[in-house]
């Protein structure tokens, strides 16, 4: 019943918005694509790190945490 409640009051604020008259700067498409950048090579590496894990589970070795 709450999800409902919600549901309605997000489509009730979308439905009376009014004009922001707002003013984007021309370096705003320069940092999301420094962001969607950032996050693509951020997500290569999560991915590298994990299937080196995977890889080094499977092949038997273990680390000495001794080192």
């Not at 969607?36 to 945490?65: M, P």
Request: aromatic share 14%.
């Amino acid at each position: 019943m709450r999800l409902m409640h919600l549901i309605v009051f997000a489509t009730v604020i979308l439905c009376c918005t009014r004009n922001a008259y707002a003013y984007l700067d021309p370096g705003t498409g320069s940092y999301l694509l420094q962001i969607l950048i950032a996050g693509l090579v951020g997500a290569a590496f999560s991915i590298k790190v994990f299937w080196l894990r995977i890889k080094d589970f499977f092949s038997g070795k273990k680390k000495d945490n001794d080192e």
